[in-house]
């Protein structure tokens, strides 16, 4: 037997599932499949390719009642929340509704001599390497338009996450979607590696770490294989002093805490008005203490352990760290917090931005507050960051949220909402966060490439 993934589940510590890795050469089979199934999946009818991607969604969603305990044993997050179907059906029929028009050719002129036009061509075989914080949702961002635009797809998913992939390929096959045009597989970091080098794919789309994206890069050098990445982020909020106070705190702190802070656009830091600044942290300290911390299988439970140990104690550390350096913890230490996975949530003050928890990307249930005094400070430390994903800005007035959106190094600005991905908008980031875009007109951009065609009809 090769080498096998394991997911441990973050409830108690145990292996939940585990799946043996495929060789190089099984490997580039897959590849391989997928690549000769292409032309005749693009060469279907858009309105077909549409309707068997939405009957795999259905399908999906069929299996929600297995699904939501599932993702509580695998990564942790409470079932009293009912999974993503909700979002995962959204930002596929989004994609779906909108396919006809983004994929339309571009026509720029024909008069009796000349025919003159842009198609959309699919890139070929997409791969897909999804993350585990939200691994339908993330996965379906990409995989959804992917096929809608005539490519085939290969799905790698995170290991914490281990049976997603192979829950969505169940789906589309029984739902009449090619087996060699979507195909989930397990693979080890080499093998994949060796793939991307190899030219077997024609697109990669990575979400995930800065580290694991700078992977990605390196092994597509030289192969001209496009590559999209959604990386690390460290989301501001910033409450200016005629927000509405009690939606502002309740958004923020729920963006900071919601899945146990494990979230890509989840709110790391807040900057509020100095007029503000006392009822806000008062308020949002009620909030957390209010928190249930417990088995994500358990209805009462509002958050569940973080989903893997090692998660908990890069948050552990960060949070005593800025405690020597003079941060003020307001949280005790929830009775069910058994100092591996199940973690409380903790609220910062008297933070700054020499301590990682500003800094560094948290990714669990912690975040710090600080006062300021002006939307010029405000903004000059919403951009000391290397991460740009999401900002959220709180404030009345959409002149002033637009005028200080466009100040901010960052790939979507939020007023008064966060940690939302809506699919009409183009989902992306700067800086280390990553490079390309999902979802939207754009999206399916990313995931074709022009192709132009000028067509001289008279020649005498």
Same mark, same amino acid.
């Given at each position: 037997?090769?080498?096998?993934? #394991?997911?441990?589940?973050?409830?108690?510590?145990?292996?939940?599932?585990? @799946?043996?890795?495929?060789?190089?050469?099984?490997?580039? *089979?897959?590849?391989?499949?997928?690549? *000769? =199934?292409?032309?005749?999946?693009?060469?279907?009818?858009?309105?077909?390719?549409?309707?068997?991607?939405?009957?795999?969604?259905? =399908?999906? *969603?069929?299996? &929600?009642?297995?699904?939501?305990?599932?993702? =509580?044993?695998?990564?942790?997050?409470?079932?009293?929340?009912?999974?993503?179907?909700?979002?995962? &059906?959204?930002? =596929?029929?989004?994609?779906?509704?909108?396919?006809?028009?983004?994929?339309?050719?571009?026509?720029?002129?024909?008069?009796?001599?000349?025919?003159? %036009?842009?198609?959309?061509?699919?890139?070929?075989?997409?791969?897909?390497?999804?993350?585990?914080?939200?691994?339908?949702?993330?996965?379906?961002?990409?995989?959804?338009?992917? /096929?809608?635009?005539?490519?085939?797809?290969? !799905?790698?998913?995170?290991?914490?996450?281990? !049976?997603?992939?192979?829950?969505?390929?169940?789906?589309?096959?029984?739902?009449?979607?090619?087996?060699?045009?979507?195909?989930?597989?397990?693979?080890?970091?080499?093998?994949?590696?060796?793939?991307?080098? *190899?030219?077997?794919?024609?697109?990669?789309?990575?979400?995930?770490?800065?580290?694991?994206?700078?992977?990605?890069? $390196?092994?597509?050098?030289?192969?001209?294989?496009?590559?999209?990445?959604?990386?690390?982020?460290?989301?501001?909020?910033?409450?200016?002093?005629?927000?509405?106070?009690?939606?502002?705190?309740?958004?923020?702190?729920?963006?900071?805490?919601?899945?146990?802070?494990?979230?890509?656009?989840?709110?790391?830091?807040?900057?509020?008005?100095?007029?503000?600044?006392?009822?806000?942290?008062? #308020?949002?300290?009620?909030?957390?203490?209010? %928190? #249930?911390?417990?088995?994500?299988?358990?209805?009462?439970?509002?958050?569940?352990?973080?989903?893997?140990?090692?998660?908990?104690?890069?948050? @552990?550390?960060?949070?005593?760290?800025?405690?020597?350096?003079?941060?003020?913890?307001?949280?005790?230490?929830?009775?069910?917090?058994?100092?591996?996975?199940?973690?409380?949530?903790?609220?910062?003050?008297?933070?700054?931005?020499?301590?990682?928890?500003? @800094?560094?990307?948290?990714?669990?249930?912690?975040?710090?507050?600080?006062?300021?005094?002006?939307?010029?400070?405000?903004?000059?430390?919403?951009?000391?960051?290397?991460?740009? /994903?999401?900002?959220?800005?709180?404030?009345?007035?959409?002149? $002033?949220?637009?005028?200080?959106?466009?100040?901010?190094?960052?790939?979507?600005?939020?007023?008064?909402?966060?940690?939302? !991905?809506?699919?009409?908008?183009?989902?992306?980031?700067?800086?280390?966060?990553?490079?390309?875009?999902?979802?939207?007109?754009?999206?399916?951009?990313?995931?074709?490439?022009?192709?132009? %065609?000028?067509? #001289?009809?008279?020649?005498?």
């Amino acid at each position: 037997m090769g080498q096998m993934l #394991k997911c441990v589940s973050p409830i108690d510590g145990s292996v939940f599932a585990e @799946r043996e890795v495929l060789s190089r050469d099984a490997a580039f *089979g897959v590849a391989s499949q997928a690549r *000769g =199934a292409q032309a005749a999946w693009a060469a279907r009818p858009l309105q077909e390719r549409i309707d068997l991607v939405m009957a795999g969604v259905t =399908a999906v *969603g069929a299996m &929600n009642d297995e699904i939501v305990p599932e993702l =509580a044993r695998m990564m942790g997050r409470p079932v009293r929340y009912g999974g993503e179907f909700g979002g995962f &059906n959204e930002r =596929a029929s989004y994609m779906a509704e909108i396919a006809e028009a983004s994929l339309a050719d571009i026509a720029v002129g024909e008069d009796e001599t000349f025919k003159r %036009y842009i198609k959309r061509i699919p890139h070929g075989v997409v791969f897909v390497v999804a993350p585990w914080n939200y691994p339908y949702m993330t996965a379906i961002n990409t995989v959804a338009p992917a /096929l809608i635009a005539g490519n085939t797809v290969v !799905l790698k998913h995170a290991t914490q996450t281990l !049976l997603v992939g192979e829950r969505m390929a169940q789906a589309f096959h029984a739902a009449g979607v090619p087996e060699d045009v979507f195909q989930n597989v397990f693979l080890s970091h080499d093998v994949t590696h060796e793939l991307i080098a *190899g030219n077997a794919f024609d697109f990669v789309n990575f979400t995930g770490s800065v580290g694991g994206g700078q992977a990605m890069e $390196r092994a597509a050098a030289g192969t001209f294989t496009g590559v999209g990445t959604e990386l690390g982020g460290k989301d501001p909020g910033y409450v200016m002093e005629d927000a509405d106070l009690d939606a502002a705190v309740d958004t923020l702190i729920d963006g900071a805490m919601f899945n146990s802070g494990q979230c890509c656009c989840g709110i790391e830091r807040i900057y509020v008005h100095e007029s503000l600044y006392g009822d806000f942290v008062a #308020k949002a300290v009620e909030i957390v203490k209010g %928190y #249930k911390l417990g088995n994500p299988l358990d209805a009462e439970t509002t958050i569940g352990p973080m989903a893997n140990v090692r998660f908990a104690d890069e948050v @552990r550390a960060q949070i005593a760290e800025a405690i020597e350096a003079g941060a003020v913890a307001h949280i005790e230490t929830f009775p069910e917090d058994d100092g591996g996975a199940y973690l409380t949530p903790q609220i910062l003050t008297n933070v700054t931005h020499d301590m990682r928890v500003m @800094r560094d990307e948290s990714f669990g249930p912690v975040v710090g507050i600080m006062k300021v005094s002006s939307d010029d400070e405000a903004i000059a430390l919403m951009n000391d960051s290397e991460f740009g /994903l999401t900002a959220s800005l709180w404030t009345r007035d959409v002149d $002033r949220a637009a005028r200080v959106g466009d100040q901010i190094e960052t790939g979507t600005v939020f007023m008064n909402r966060a940690d939302y !991905l809506d699919p009409s908008l183009c989902w992306t980031g700067c800086k280390n966060t990553g490079r390309g875009g999902g979802l939207s007109v754009i999206g399916y951009h990313n995931l074709t490439r022009p192709k132009s %065609y000028h067509l #001289k009809k008279v020649t005498v």
